[in-house]
């Protein structure tokens, strides 16, 4: 599908990392924007459902959340960004200190921590979190389907992870639609 045309109206959270890709990269379609709020889930949906938009970019929790409540919501296959997550430490720390940094997000996931973190915060789809793999299901309607996105985050070192995405419809073996091996770079 293509998407960036005259008279496509594409929706995105304000000041996201979304926003801030589309913004850079639409040459046609027009970009409207929403506030971040508790109900960006809801918000989306009226948008979409009233028309004041025809997609709607946003990261995947926002996204497949957003199409379990609107009857014949179709994700587009694919990702149209990424988004690296990092921890800073001010300038002139030690090595030791980047060497205990790293070692405390070991150890948070070690010990239940981040599936704590995930359990408090009810986060959909998380099914599986026994500190080496993270295994994330979200089932979702497209047209009359329903559909599975089975993630799998694995090999997770201090350096490295690989991440594998496969998509189909609820009990019947999806395919394999994403595969990324992730490498910590350099420090500068």
């Known amino acids: 599908m293509q998407t960036d045309r005259p008279g496509v109206k594409i929706g995105a959270i304000k000041g996201s990392p979304s926003d801030k ?4 990269t639409l040459k046609s379609a027009q970009l409207v924007r ?4 508790p109900n960006i889930v809801a ?3 009226e948008m979409l459902r009233t028309g004041k938009v025809d997609l ?9 959340a957003a199409a379990t409540q609107l009857p014949g919501a179709k994700i587009l296959p694919g990702v149209f960004s990424t988004i690296q997550q ?4 001010p300038k002139g720390r030690s090595a030791a200190a980047r060497a205990k940094l790293a070692q405390l997000g070991v150890e948070a996931k070690r010990i239940g921590v981040v599936q704590a973190a995930i359990e408090k915060r009810g986060l959909k789809g ?3 979190w026994d500190g080496k793999q993270l295994v994330i299901d979200l089932r ?3 047209g009359e389907k329903k559909m599975l996105w089975h993630e799998v985050w694995s090999g997770i070192t201090d350096t490295s992870f690989t991440q594998t995405g496969d998509m189909g419809e609820v009990g019947v073996p999806g395919k394999r639609v994403l595969t990324v091996q992730g490498t910590k770079v350099a420090d500068q």
């Open 140 to 142: 979702f309607p497209q």
């Open 34 to 37: 929403i506030a971040l709020s």
């Open 126 to 128: 998380v099914r599986k």
């Open 43 to 45: 918000d989306s949906v």
């Open 21 to 24: 890709y589309l913004t850079r």
């Open 86 to 89: 990092t921890m800073l430490l």
């Open 56 to 64: 709607f970019g946003a990261d995947s929790g926002v996204v497949y």
